[in-house]
């Protein structure tokens, strides 16, 4: 079974921190993801990663960076909090490079709370 | 702008009865669509797909079917069962690229 583990379930931070979202997973994928999930805009993709070191921008990735230094984990960056970083981060792996049809494989979710 | 709408945010359904979600998108370049399921506290998981040389997918209760003229794809589950209770996305890619994510409907099935 595939699995993608995320650091933290829920997290709560103050307006202005450096936040990091870690996310592993043990299949070998080569393409991982980084989305938020907020009401009544579904799943907006922030960034995603085809290989280590390499990194793309999604649809929303102002605000936000990422750091893909080993195959397995993949970490999404918040570099000064702000309240309307407040919502579900998900992360999310699958097979084949650069882009993928593939299936994509969902961690449980962080919630982030932002005050 | 949305590229993947879902327009009913909630749908409730006997248990034994089908239900039929709906997603329509706007890109006529999406060649491939897919269906995850998501109960709370979880992440989304796989569902069914269909790529667009296709009309149809089935899978057990679950089939999918594609009108590429309409830009409308449904997820038909026969029977519900209460198990079957959760968020329902649509997604949709072109050529390969990013899958787009439609918001969402939310399913009850009522026992």
């Known amino acids: 079974d595939v699995k993608v583990t995320q650091s933290s379930r829920y997290l709560v931070k103050r307006t202005g921190e450096k936040v990091f979202l870690e996310c592993v997973q043990d299949?070998?994928?080569?393409?991982m993801f980084w989305y938020r999930q907020d009401p009544g805009l579904g799943l907006r993709l922030i960034y995603f990663?085809?290989?280590?070191?390499?990194?793309e921008k999604g649809d929303i990735p102002e605000g936000y960076s990422v750091s893909r230094e080993k195959k397995e984990r993949f970490s999404l960056i918040l570099e000064s909090a702000s309240t309307n970083q407040t919502s579900m981060y998900l992360c999310a792996s699958s097979h084949s490079s650069p882009h993928s049809t593939d299936t994509q494989y969902f961690g449980p979710g962080t919630r982030l709370t932002v005050l | 702008d949305q590229q993947v709408k879902q327009n009913s945010p909630s749908l409730s359904v006997q248990e034994g009865r089908i239900s039929i979600l709906n997603c329509d998108y706007t890109?006529?370049?999406?060649?491939?669509f897919l269906w995850y399921k998501k109960y709370p506290a979880e992440g989304p998981t796989f569902l069914i797909s269909i790529s667009s040389i296709k009309d149809k997918n089935e899978d057990g209760r679950f089939t999918v079917f594609l009108n590429k003229s309409a830009k409308h794809l449904s997820l038909h589950i026969v029977p519900s069962q209460p198990g079957d209770s959760a968020v329902y996305f649509c997604a949709a890619s072109a050529l390969g690229n990013q899958f787009y994510f439609g918001t969402g409907t939310s399913l009850t099935v009522i026992p």
């Open positions: 890109n006529s370049m999406f060649d491939y």
């Open positions: 299949m070998d994928h080569e393409n």
């Open positions: 990663s085809y290989d280590v070191k390499m990194k």
